[in-house]
């Protein structure tokens, strides 16, 4: 069966910004060297939902150093005698879903290490904590384009605010589908009148479409305008007035393929996932190395649908930069995995 899924996402301009943030795998833990022969401890852990690589095993060596031993990370071998020399040491390390940690402290009794490994989140994730999860999966055919409930790709320019598009993107899809009229929602209201606090100043890169449409439904009445009635300029203003001509009241969110496919079935889903790639995207279906081993620049974007037939099924990512860029201005992600974290920060409107 084929089963089609496109993907609305932002100007890959953005990955200039950094929007990743250092997050916590393993630890801190504290190991000691105790009096007698040297023993080996053993710990398992599993990487975090929503924390991507690429990982890093950072070890701090305590006040009375420990000054030889061993650490290994599911059976590799990462510091030995001679990296106990130092205050801190640290180094890649690869993980996989469950994995196991062992550290063996030589030398004089007392000494202590402490053992962290980290990796990368989204740095707006907190915008999606407090809204509902879906859990839910569905595996019905859609093509929300042909359904008229997708707006032509629109540029962003050098203002990195995709999150706005996104946010536009999900607003218009469910307005399409509730009134029958697809209407151009305004990114420059977003982007003028949704700053992420009150009280600092907008700024083009320091949102999310989650933050954005919070913001919307707690402080603009729910109401967003046209962009005919309050056009796109690329750089921050002030907040003006418009005429609303859709009303939203809420969200709704997924945290897996399965429940983002759950939520397309009702209207295009806003998402985040790792872009590092696209700067060098040509064409294809890309399952990009850079996705884990370099770290990430997140990207948002409207899913509205997915091709499951052929050889590897895909999602179609349609950018916001215009039709040059990519395939027609679309790109292609594999699908299925998870790749990229694409089924992380799914996000619909309400």
């Known amino acids: 069966m084929r089963?089609?899924?496109?993907?609305l996402i932002s100007s890959v301009t953005v990955l200039a910004q950094s929007n990743a943030v250092t997050a916590t795998v393993y630890g801190p833990q504290q190991f000691n060297r105790l009096p007698g022969a040297p023993v080996t401890v053993r710990t398992t852990f599993t990487v975090p939902p929503m924390v991507d690589g690429p990982y890093t095993i950072v070890v701090q060596n305590g006040t009375k150093r420990a000054n030889a031993g061993r650490i290994s990370v599911n059976g590799v071998r990462l510091l030995d005698a001679a990296d106990f020399q130092g205050a801190t040491y640290q180094t890649a390390v690869t993980l996989a879903g469950n994995n196991r940690l062992e550290v063996e402290l030589r030398g004089v009794p007392g000494g202590s290490i402490t053992v962290s490994i980290v990796g990368y989140s989204y740095e707006f994730a907190p915008d999606y904590a407090s809204i509902p999860l879906v859990t839910m999966s569905s595996s019905e055919d859609i093509d929300w384009r042909a359904k008229g409930a997708v707006t032509p790709v629109k540029n962003e320019g050098s203002c990195h605010d995709d999150w706005a598009f996104s946010a536009t993107g999900a607003a218009e899809g469910f307005?399409?589908?509730?009134?029958?009229?697809?209407?151009?929602?305004?990114?420059?209201?977003?982007?003028?009148?949704?700053?992420?606090s009150l009280s600092l100043p907008p700024s083009c890169a320091d949102s999310s479409p989650a933050g954005a449409l919070?913001?919307?439904?707690?402080?603009l009445s729910g109401q967003m305008v046209s962009e005919a009635s309050y056009p796109y300029t690329a750089r921050v203003g002030t907040c003006k007035q418009a005429t609303a001509v859709l009303t939203i009241s809420s969200l709704q969110r997924s945290n897996t393929e399965a429940g983002l496919e759950y939520q397309l079935e009702q209207e295009p889903v806003s998402v985040v996932f790792n872009g590092n790639w696209l700067s060098t995207y040509k064409s294809g279906v890309a399952n990009p190395a850079s996705c884990g081993t370099q770290p990430p620049q997140y990207v948002t974007g409207l899913v509205v649908g997915v091709i499951d037939g052929g050889p590897v099924p895909y999602w179609i990512v349609k950018l916001s930069m215009g039709a040059t860029f990519g395939n027609q201005g679309y790109v292609d992600l594999e699908k299925g995995t998870n790749v990229c974290g694409i089924g992380n920060y799914g996000l619909t409107v309400h």
Do not use: F, H, M, W
Not at 214 to 219: E, P, Q, Y
């Open 3 to 7: 089963r089609l899924l496109l993907l």
């Open 175 to 196: 307005s399409q589908i509730s009134t029958g009229r697809l209407v151009s929602l305004s990114e420059q209201e977003l982007l003028d009148c949704t700053p992420p």
């Open 214 to 219: 919070k913001n919307v439904i707690a402080n």
